[in-house]
């Protein structure tokens, strides 16, 4: 059963920083391209970014660009995002999804349960 | 960037039809996904690639795709069908590759 626990959501002021983490099981991690996807509250999904099976090839929505970064560490089946410059609107529940690839690019076949980010002073 | 539009809400009754449309100008050329959110829980894929579905998803879920526009079918929906839908989808131009979801669908089954 593939179960993605993620955690190191909280509350922190703008401009600061936090790490989230997410713990994979159920699955070969290290075979399978991983993302993360924030909902803002009462709001919609918004893809955030995406990692390679192997960990070389990134990619990140405009919004986050330049201030996040994702990493794995397939030794220990853990997705990350650090997220840096933390603005109001980066307020959040963030998940972490196991990415699929087909002809039309990634998409997400299980989540995690998320964590929430508040960014407040 | 690129849009994906879906209505705020559908309602129907117990047993009826839900039929919800997501449309977007890469559609013809790129696959739909859709997503269920029940509330205070993590989104559930229920259709992939316009309309296949996943194992484990009830056969009353459905997908199709026809020009810019594709729809997600709940062919007798159930009051636990009661949830927000989101649609998703990707698209590439010269800014580079984009990845999308629909503004969500509030279905209410009552």
């Known amino acids: 059963e593939v179960q993605l626990v993620e955690s190191g959501g909280g509350l922190v002021q703008p401009g600061g920083s936090l790490r989230l983490s997410c713990a994979a099981s159920?699955?070969?991690?290290?075979?399978?391209?991983m993302s993360w996807v924030r909902q803002a509250p009462g709001k919609g999904l918004e893809w955030v970014s995406a990692i390679s099976g192997g960990g070389g090839t990134t990619y990140y929505a405009d919004s986050v660009k330049g201030r996040f970064t994702i990493s794995r560490d397939n030794s220990k089946n853990t997705l990350y995002l650090q997220l840096n410059t933390l603005r109001a609107e980066d307020t959040a529940v963030y998940y972490c999804a196991k990415t699929l690839l087909d002809n039309s690019g990634y998409y997400f076949d299980y989540w995690g349960q998320g964590t929430l980010v508040t960014v407040s002073s | 960037s690129y849009e994906l539009t879906q209505p705020p809400s559908v309602s129907v009754s117990p047993g009826q039809t839900a039929r919800i449309t997501c449309s977007g100008d890469?559609?013809?050329?790129?696959?739909a996904y859709w997503y269920q959110q029940k509330s205070g829980q993590a989104p559930v894929l229920v259709i992939y690639e316009d309309n296949k579905r996943p194992s484990g998803i009830p056969e009353r879920f459905s997908g199709s795709s026809s020009g810019t526009m594709a729809t997600l079918t709940i062919s007798g929906a159930q009051v636990e069908d009661e949830a927000d839908y989101y649609c998703y989808s990707t698209s590439t131009d010269s800014s580079g590759n984009h990845r999308v979801f629909g503004g969500g669908t509030k279905l209410t089954v009552l």
């Open positions: 159920g699955f070969t991690f290290s075979s399978y391209a």
């Open positions: 890469a559609l013809p050329k790129k696959y």
